[in-house]
T-cell receptor, first 114, second 113 residues
Framework: AQKVTQAQTEISVVEKEDVTLDCVYETRDTTYYLFWYKQPPSGELVFLIRRNSFDEQNEISGRYSWNFQKSTSSFNFTITASQVVDSAVYFCALSDTGRRALTFGSGTRLQVQP | NAGVTQTPKFRVLKTGQSMTLLCAQDMNHEYMYWYRQDPGMGLRLIHYSVGEGTTAKGEVPDGYNVSRLKKQNFLLGLESAAPSQTSVYFC????????????FGQGTRLTVV
């Protein structure tokens, strides 16, 4: 069965600090996809990134970077030089052939203090 | 572009009342989903649809029914609301599965008293 674990319930940092959000997943499939979504205080879910299981290259997009490691079944998300606007709940999610919908982790609430 | 639109955005129900949540997408997506979000539990799948006229149960389907008579619409029904159904409900759609990201509506906050 598929499972996504985000062990960090809440993280609080001061602006300009770097922060890493952890995501560990379980799946029996060899082909699967991993996602990160952001949920700002306004409540909508915003797609950030998708990574397939065959592509272990790290990705960087501005202040955001993602580290995918199949050996540890992890897909961690780092925000460099955090800003107050990064305050949100971040969800990691998995899609595989086990079911026909995304499986979400429980989310990590990030608070960036000015 | 409207994307995924949910109606209503807020609702308060009394225990035992019924209601229908409407989800509409204008992206011609095949897949549509209903999730509920509860504190500390992430998003849990209620029902989903892989195309017009099809529906399937997710992980928490009890107390809910769905219909997808038109490709662009996915309805979620509560026949007899219970306080345990107090939650934020999200509809989402995707063009394919498992490789496409899902696009989400703005959510419906439902309170059952």
């Amino acid at each position: 069965a598929q499972k996504v674990t985000q062990a960090q319930t809440e993280i609080s940092v001061v602006e300009k600090e770097d922060v890493t959000l952890d995501c560990v997943y379980e799946t029996r499939d060899t082909t699967y996809y991993l996602f990160w979504y952001k949920q700002p205080p306004s409540g909508e879910l915003v797609f950030l990134i998708r990574r397939n299981s065959f592509d272990e290259q790290n990705e960087i997009s501005g202040r955001y970077s993602w580290n995918f490691q199949k050996s540890t079944s992890s897909f961690n998300f780092t925000i460099t030089a955090s800003q107050v606007v990064d305050s949100a709940v971040y969800f990691c999610a998995l899609s595989d052939t086990g079911r026909r919908a995304l499986t979400f982790g429980s989310g990590t609430r990030l608070q960036v203090q000015p | 572009n409207a994307g995924v639109t949910q109606t209503p955005k807020f609702r308060v129900l009394k225990t035992g009342q019924s209601m229908t949540l409407l989800c509409a997408q204008d992206m011609n997506h095949e897949y549509m989903y209903w999730y509920r979000q509860d504190p500390g539990m992430g998003l849990r799948l209620i029902h989903y649809s892989v195309g017009e006229g099809t529906t399937a149960k997710g992980e928490v389907p009890d107390g809910y029914n769905v219909s997808r008579l038109k490709k662009q619409n996915f309805l979620l029904g509560l026949e007899s609301a219970a306080p345990s159904q107090t939650s934020v409900y999200f509809c989402a759609s995707s063009t394919t599965y498992p490789d496409s990201e899902a696009f989400f509506g703005q959510g419906t906050r439902l309170t059952v008293v």
